[in-house]
């Protein structure tokens, strides 16, 4: 397996707010989530869901790819959740198996946490991925439940 780093040197990180994006950008991002929710889960949902204005967006870049490679939302505190939320969170089919997806789920959690120093952040996973988000120290909070017809669990992690 070849790691993100040795395969993209160039990898570039941004976080920001939806003003800090470029129209293109935000595009791309948008189509990385199209591709990867609906296109390869078969899961027909409103992505526009009026949460990307009130968050935060961390992306992964690379000068070959037009579309990101990794990419994460970080829903402000009150709006979803009493606490900020972590979600949308994907890497595109040509960096998965890289662990590209621990590092974003990472930086991610580093962010928030920076940002909203003591609030815990609060997730919407997919069921299958809890051991996923166990690794990063999120714990199962609550019973399971059906989103968009894909079991999800909640999950949550001290600040």
């Known amino acids: 397996m070849t790691t993100f780093a040795a395969r993209w040197p160039e990898l570039e990180w941004r976080w920001c707010r939806l003003e800090g994006l470029s129209a293109a950008e935000l595009q ?14 078969h899961c ?3 992505d526009a869901d ?8 961390l992306a992964a870049w690379t000068p070959q790819q037009r579309l990101p490679l990794a990419y994460a939302r970080v829903v402000d505190p009150g709006v979803k959740y009493p606490e900020p939320s972590i979600g949308r969170v994907l ?8 662990g590209l997806g621990r590092e974003l789920v990472r930086r991610a959690v580093a962010h928030t946490v920076a940002t909203y120093p003591g609030q815990g952040i609060r997730i919407s996973a997919q069921a299958h991925l ?20 894909i079991p999800h669990i909640e999950m949550w992690r001290a600040g």
């Open 28 to 41: 791309r991002i948008h189509g990385a989530r199209q591709q990867v929710f609906v296109l390869e889960q």
């Open 44 to 46: 027909a949902y409103l």
């Open 50 to 57: 009026d949460f990307d204005e009130s968050s935060f967006h």
């Open 91 to 98: 890497t595109t089919a040509a960096a998965r198996g890289t």
């Open 130 to 149: 809890e051991a996923f988000y166990r690794e990063a120290c999120f714990a199962v909070v609550g019973e399971g439940y059906l989103e968009d017809d």
